[in-house]
């Protein structure tokens, strides 16, 4: 550990490298292919005007007859079901001017939902209007409820449980777009007094998508996390304003998903901003499916805990690149967390080119949460990581860099990181090399 205020220098450090025999990065949920970046995301939203495609269900219209400010569960699923899964397409409108209620709602492929400026779709707030599905929560596998909007659903468990991920049979969506400029409002506030962080429901819980895109919208009040690509791939997020405030209710949480754009939105949260997942623990290792080729830019990051990756990191995560964005306000501008007993790790990472204002700087940590040494599975690693042009002003700390006596944090490069308004820093079993303009050094012994 250093505690340390050092003058501005160049320094180019030796590195250690300890050998760490982690289990190797699982697969992608839809195969292995990596898409070149920015990816398109769902087919149907390649253009602007794709949602015109196929067959419109205005659900203001016949048959559905949705009335302004009433409870139009029935009618918005019945859209779905009949604009959904055709090989023409279909979209779901809500058109300007509506404000419908709404319970959970289960997509279909092939399909938009459309909510359009100056309408909006809120949730109810009665506890059975979120039905219990087996499902990811907290990036393990249990029963929870549903969100306002779903993706694929376990349609079969497994005979016998096995306690790690219990369902045989999954439905797999494919090309669906939300989108439409208008809000999607959760009113989830109900659930925080509820604990039980396990079992409230992410807002858009999106489960095996492949082809994704969420884009124009206002997206307010989860009950727990907010965006929640899993088992996806091909996924496209921009143009959002996420604004929460409520405990855990995380911005967008890519989880043991592939090929993720996120760029142009707008974030202020009650926990992380963006955290990129990858399973938890021992179910995460045994679902073993990675997060890989994650790029997030040009997006504006306000109150929440940080731009981060992780903790739950069992299943891995690598290639991810943060560039381009203004942190004002944030905990943390760079933060990647994980612990003993994930698994798995981090590696091949990009922060680049972030500015801002800051509680405190950067955090790398293997130490999210005190845990007793475990086996070499469930060690996690963390290495390849780059921060460069980094530029943010902190109110409280520099660096917190702590790996364990038997993962050390590794292959680190700092290329052109300034903090400035504190040099205070946290170092254990961190290795890191500065290059360019760096200051404070990091981790320089005293």
């Known amino acids: 550990m250093c505690v340390c205020s050092v003058a501005m220098y160049v320094l180019t450090a030796v590195m250690v490298t300890v050998v760490q025999s982690a289990l190797p990065p699982g697969p992608g949920p839809f195969g292995n292919s990596i898409l070149p970046q920015p990816v398109q995301g769902a087919q149907r939203g390649a253009s602007l005007q794709g949602w015109k495609a196929g067959k419109i269900c205005d659900v203001s219209a016949e048959p559905y007859l949705a009335k302004n400010g009433s409870n139009a569960t029935a009618q918005l699923q019945q859209a779905i079901d009949d604009c959904g899964d055709l090989d023409s397409g279909g979209t779901v409108l809500i058109p300007s001017g509506l404000v419908l209620q709404t319970a959970s709602l289960f997509l279909r492929s092939n399909l938009t939902f459309r909510v359009e400026s100056g309408s909006t779709l809120i949730g109810t707030t009665l506890t059975a209007d979120a039905p219990m ?205 994980t612990m003993r007993g994930r698994g798995g790790g981090v590696e091949d990472i990009l922060y680049q080119n972030l500015s801002g204002s800051v509680v405190s700087g950067i955090q790398l940590t293997l130490n999210y949460k005190s845990a007793s040494k475990t086996n070499v599975s469930a060690t996690p690693v963390l290495q390849r990581i780059t921060l460069r042009d980094i530029d943010v002003t902190v109110h409280d700390s520099d660096l917190q860099c702590d790996g364990l006596d038997d993962s050390e944090i590794r292959d680190i490069v700092f290329d052109n990181v300034v903090v400035k308004g504190s040099s205070k820093q946290d170092c254990s079993d961190c290795t890191i090399t500065a290059v360019g303009t760096s200051f404070p050094v990091p981790c320089k012994k005293p």
Request: aromatic share 8%; net charge neutral; glycine share 10%.
């Open 133 to 337: 599905v087996y499902t990811r929560r907290n990036c393990l596998m249990v029963t929870a409820h549903a969100g306002i909007l779903n993706g694929g659903r376990c349609v079969r468990l497994k005979d016998p449980l096995v306690g790690w991920d219990d369902c045989a049979e999954w439905t797999k969506l494919t090309n669906v777009v939300l989108e439409g400029g208008g809000t999607i409002d959760a009113n989830g506030e109900h659930w925080y007094a509820k604990g039980a962080d396990n079992f409230r429901p992410c807002m858009l819980d999106l489960l095996w998508i492949d082809g994704l895109t969420i884009r124009d919208l206002s997206i307010r009040r989860p009950g727990y996390w907010t965006v929640h690509p899993t088992f996806s791939n091909n996924v496209r997020v921009t143009n959002n304003s996420i604004i929460t405030t409520g405990p855990n209710t995380d911005g967008c949480d890519p989880d043991s998903t592939w090929n993720v754009y996120i760029a142009d939105n707008t974030f202020s949260t009650g926990d992380d901003c963006i955290a990129i997942k990858a399973g938890r623990d021992w179910s995460g290792r045994m679902v073993n499916i990675s997060t890989q080729n994650v790029l997030a830019e040009r997006n504006v990051y306000l109150k929440g805990h940080g731009v981060s990756i992780g903790s739950e990191t069992s299943g891995w995560v690598r290639n991810v690149t943060i560039r381009d964005s203004r942190v004002d306000g944030t905990n943390l501008a760079v933060r990647i967390k």
